[in-house]
């Protein structure tokens, strides 16, 4: 059986000075980027909402942001 669900999402705007590549490499350098098997072993081990919360803020680098995968430009359109 499929279900339907609505979702509210944000949709924000930045604009910058700073060239396309230059943009992308600032926030690619502020976003967390885990060891996955540490972070899935360490996730595991949490007993608490608050333990695994910690986890989860410790890997995701100050900014609340994480990469679990990336996608090149060709990767991402399939060709």
Same mark, same amino acid.
């Given at each position: 059986?499929?279900?339907?669900r609505?979702?509210?999402?944000?949709? #924000?705007? #930045? =604009?910058?000075n700073?060239?396309? +590549? +230059? !943009?992308?490499?600032?926030?690619? !350098?502020?976003? $967390? &980027?885990?060891?996955m098997?540490? *972070? @899935?072993?360490?996730? @595991?081990?949490?007993?608490? *909402? !608050?333990? @695994? +919360?910690?986890?989860?803020?410790? %890997?995701? %680098?100050?900014?609340?942001? /994480? =990469?679990? /995968? $990336?996608? $090149? &430009?060709?990767?991402? =359109?399939?060709t």
């Amino acid at each position: 059986m499929v279900t339907n669900r609505k979702v509210e999402v944000d949709r #924000i705007s #930045i =604009i910058s000075n700073k060239t396309f +590549e +230059e !943009a992308v490499a600032a926030l690619e !350098a502020s976003v $967390g &980027r885990p060891n996955m098997a540490e *972070y @899935m072993k360490e996730m @595991m081990e949490t007993k608490t *909402y !608050a333990e @695994m +919360e910690a986890v989860m803020q410790k %890997a995701a %680098a100050g900014t609340g942001f /994480m =990469i679990f /995968m $990336g996608l $090149g &430009r060709k990767e991402g =359109i399939g060709t």
